[in-house]
């Protein structure tokens, strides 16, 4: 559940935090004082983006590329990316689209490597809700701060809905998402994963294909990623020891194989992890929900930058960041 859900006076502060980095007026050594030994910084469970941090520890994956990986997970999204406005956390792993937010206002940092794709839906009990054009009308409850609904309002556009005049949305953060349809009080939900598989066990529906939609709004291939989640660490950071980034990328790629190749083994870590059920964790297999694919940014340009230029159309993104925002891995 990778989302970005802190409100504008908390975005406004965060920025604050990066420009303050970017003049200097906050330095590397006063930066140094890390909170822990590896620098990273992550969502904490149920968020998918902490999904491979069990298989890193189990497997020792760190040790084996010379690493000591000590994340600090943050259970607050605003509080993470602060952090690494700061100099508090060197990397971390986050929504794609925020580290070209931070970039395009002056914070030098590198995105490296992708970790998964989208994996949100909006979801119905309605038996007369199963595609986009039924929500004309409806009540559907979202997370409108979340980079997810920015992802969302692509696929209704997509689908000649304008969630300003076509939909009734209330905006509630993720956890009342699912407390609203529970109760009856929404036609519809945007969820993302966990609690999408979750909200699936228990006879809820996804209404259209979102994936599908983006990729048409934005004129991508139909089989291409769409990219959601990804490392971005300071320049400084990479610049310093490009072998330990290399080694980072490498240490989440065997994570990612585990998970794809040992899918019991790797469900039973996460579940005792997470809290998040096996059963919705299977789910979430069987139907292609949450998908790792940890490669090279600069190896998927071409639809990360698809994704930048959707963030930017629905207003999550100011400006399209340079071709400098990826960083260039040697052989």
């Not at 609904?149 to 005049?165: H, I, Q, S, T, W």
């Not at 340009?301 to 230029?309: G, H, I, L, Q, Y």
Request: glycine fraction near 8%.
């Amino acid at each position: 559940m990778p989302v970005s859900h802190w409100s504008r006076r908390t975005f406004t502060g965060m920025l604050g935090l990066g420009a303050a980095f970017a003049s200097g007026l906050i330095r590397p050594e006063q930066a140094a004082a890390q909170i822990n030994r590896s620098g990273a910084g992550g969502l904490a469970p149920p968020s998918n983006g902490s999904f491979l941090v069990p298989i890193i520890r189990k497997l020792e994956l760190d040790k084996k590329n010379g690493l000591d990986f000590d994340i600090n997970l943050y259970s607050d999204p605003s509080t993470l990316y602060s952090d690494l406005a700061a100099g508090r956390t060197s990397h971390i792993f986050g929504a794609i689209y925020n580290c070209a937010n931070f970039y395009v206002r002056g914070v030098p940092l590198k995105l490296l490597f992708t970790i998964s794709t989208a994996n949100h839906a909006f979801v119905s009990k309605d038996p007369a809700v199963t595609k986009a054009k039924d929500l004309e009308g409806k009540t559907v409850a979202a997370t409108t701060s979340s980079g997810f609904y920015g992802m969302a309002v692509l696929f209704l556009k997509e689908n000649g809905l304008d969630p300003r005049k076509n939909l009734n949305v209330i905006n509630s953060p993720p956890v009342a998402v699912q407390t609203q349809l529970l109760a009856d009080k929404a036609d519809a939900g945007l969820l993302f994963d966990p609690a999408l598989s979750s909200m699936l066990t228990q006879g809820y529906h996804v209404v259209g294909n979102m994936n599908d939609g983006i990729r048409n709004h934005l004129k991508m291939k139909h089989d291409a990623p769409v990219w959601y989640l990804g490392a971005y660490g300071h320049k400084d950071w990479v610049d310093a020891d490009p072998k330990r980034a290399a080694a980072t990328m490498k240490m989440w790629q065997e994570a990612a194989q585990f998970y794809n190749q040992s899918p019991d083994e790797a469900d039973k870590l996460i579940s005792e992890f997470t809290h998040v059920s096996r059963e919705a964790l299977k789910l979430s297999r069987t139907r292609g929900i949450t998908k790792f694919d940890v490669q090279p940014a600069i190896a998927q340009k071409a639809n990360v930058d698809a994704m930048f230029r959707g963030f930017k159309e629905v207003g999550f993104l100011s400006e399209l960041p340079g071709d400098d925002i990826y960083h260039k891995w040697t052989s």
